[in-house]
T-cell receptor, first 113, second 115 residues
Framework: GNSVTQMEGPVTLSEEAFLTINCTYTATGYPSLFWYVQYPGEGLQLLLKATKADDKGSNKGFEATYRKETTSFHLEKGSVQVSDSAVYFCALRAKAAGNKLTFGGGTRVLVKP | KAGVTQTPRYLIKTRGQQVTLSCSPISGHRSVSWYQQTPGQGLQFLFEYFSETQRNKGNFPGRFSGRQFSNSRSEMNVSTLELGDSALYLC??????????????FGPGTRLTVL
């Protein structure tokens, strides 16, 4: 079946540090890939997405590239801020599964001033 | 454009009771999906509705059910509540015009606590 694996947290960083969160997936065909972010007490917000191989999604300084050869979609940000403290979820949508999203376990990120 | 709204935001019930949660999608969105979020199991897909029809269903017992109305608003119902049903229930809507590029937008969730 389809699955998403992402690095366990928490990840603790200092402000202005470089952030990487690893995400790998297993799916039939060519899924669409997403990163969502969840702030405390809130729902999920779409951060970025990529729908085909070699696509790069980007938003608010975050980037992720759809790598078919390594079945990965790692999230990166060059200089984090305290406001980036949140839980980040990698997700995929496989065409055969319709509109259903399959999520990774989430990675908590804590940025200290 | 208003986002996805969910009511109520918080709910406390006791074992054996039933509960109904409501979701209003973004205007123009016809697909509504429901997810359960727990610390142990993470985010799990419950079901998806489109044009008042259930299109997809996750691996949950029959106690979990839902429906969608002609205005795309959706409700989910959990009967005979168990302690393990305590979770954040998230609703997501999407226009579903193109499955390849479609995006789901999430509401703030309903926090259900079963005592």
């Amino acid at each position: 079946g389809n699955s998403v694996t992402q690095m366990e947290g928490p990840v603790t960083l200092s402000e202005e540090a470089f952030l990487t969160i690893n995400c790998t997936y297993t799916a039939t065909g060519y899924p669409s890939l997403f990163w969502y972010v969840q702030y405390p007490g809130e729902g999920l917000q779409l951060l970025l997405k990529a729908t085909k191989a070699d696509d790069k999604g980007s938003n608010k300084g975050f980037e992720a590239t759809y790598r078919k050869e390594t079945t990965s979609f790692h999230l990166e940000k060059g200089s984090v801020q305290v406001s980036d403290s949140a839980v980040y979820f990698c997700a995929l949508r496989a065409k055969a599964a319709g509109n259903k999203l399959t999520f990774g376990g989430g990675t908590r990120v804590l940025v200290k001033p | 454009k208003a986002g996805v709204t969910q009511t109520p935001r918080y709910l406390i019930k006791t074992r054996g009771q039933q509960v109904t949660l409501s979701c209003s999608p973004i205007s123009g969105h016809r697909s509504v999906s429901w997810y359960q979020q727990t610390p142990g199991q993470g985010l799990q897909f419950l079901f998806e509705y489109f044009s008042e029809t259930q299109r997809n269903k996750g691996n949950f017992p029959g106690r979990f059910s839902g429906r969608q109305f002609s205005n795309s608003r959706s409700e989910m119902n959990v009967s005979t509540l168990e302690l393990g049903d305590s979770a954040l229930y998230l609703c997501a809507s999407s226009p579903l015009r193109d499955l390849e590029t479609d995006t789901q937008y999430f509401g703030p969730g309903t926090r259900l606590t079963v005592l």
